[in-house]
């Protein structure tokens, strides 16, 4: 099966700090990666869309200088967190898809605390 | 835009019986894909089952099966012989089949199993 790796699992970070959180298709050459953000008992929020080599798409509302993407390779897409601060205190989630299949692989997530 | 909508925030079940999670979407489109997926306390996204909107018949995986009416855009879960297991958030999600096909996600509900 389609195994896609998100690192770290945790991280805790002071305020105006940056973060990058990395999403890493294993086992196969992911076309679309997608980042989502879910609050606590809440649903999975899509925030943007990245396809290697070029840039990514974001979602109405969501700041694209604020959240870097970046998907330089097939198994290779990352997100930036820049200047953290404590309402972006969140779980980022990452998926991916293979060629021809519709279904998303996603990685295990990343827990994100901004103190 | 698509828009999934989960109407039962939290059902519950006892072990052993059968529940159904109630799943509504909107779209204009006629290709597209419906998935439920399941999220326990680890966060990891597990996909339970999909189904082609162009299939008329119901997927089934082992105990879960759905109800899929396309004229009515509804899109139901049912988990027979519950098990503990089973206790978990569960999300509908939706996918077109053109474009740039990023999951759209239902509020979610959260199901418990009683022992």
């Known amino acids: 099966g389609a195994v896609v790796s998100q690192h770290p699992s945790w991280v805790i970070c002071k305020s105006g700090t940056s973060v990058k959180i990395e999403c890493r298709s294993l086992?196969?050459?992911?076309?679309?990666m997608f980042w989502y953000r879910q609050f606590p008992k809440q649903s999975l929020m899509l925030m943007a869309t990245?396809?290697?080599?070029?840039?990514?798409?974001?979602e109405q509302g969501v700041e694209k200088d604020k959240f870097l993407i970046n998907h330089a390779s097939l198994t290779l897409s990352t997100l930036t967190v820049t200047s953290a601060h404590p309402e972006d205190s969140s779980f980022y989630i990452c998926s991916a898809s293979r060629a021809r299949e519709e279904k998303l692989f996603f990685g295990s997530g990343t827990q994100l605390s901004v103190l | 835009a698509q828009t999934v909508t989960q109407s039962q925030p939290e059902m519950s079940v006892q072990e052993a019986e059968t529940v159904t999670l109630s799943c509504t979407y909107d779209t204009s489109e006629s290709d597209y894909y419906l998935f439920w997926y399941k999220q326990p306390p680890s966060r990891q996204m597990i996909l339970v089952i999909r189904q082609e909107a162009y299939k008329q018949q119901n997927a089934t995986e082992n105990r879960f099966s759905v109800n899929f009416q396309k004229a009515a855009k509804s899109f139901s879960l049912k988990i027979s012989d519950s098990q503990l297991g089973d206790a978990a958030m569960y999300f509908c999600?939706?996918?077109?089949?053109?474009?740039?096909?990023?999951?759209?996600f239902g509020q979610g509900t959260r199901l418990t199993i009683n022992p």
């Open positions: 990245s396809n290697e080599g070029s840039k990514a798409t974001y």
């Open positions: 086992d196969f050459q992911a076309t679309t």
């Open positions: 999600a939706y996918r077109s089949a053109q474009g740039a096909q990023k999951l759209v």
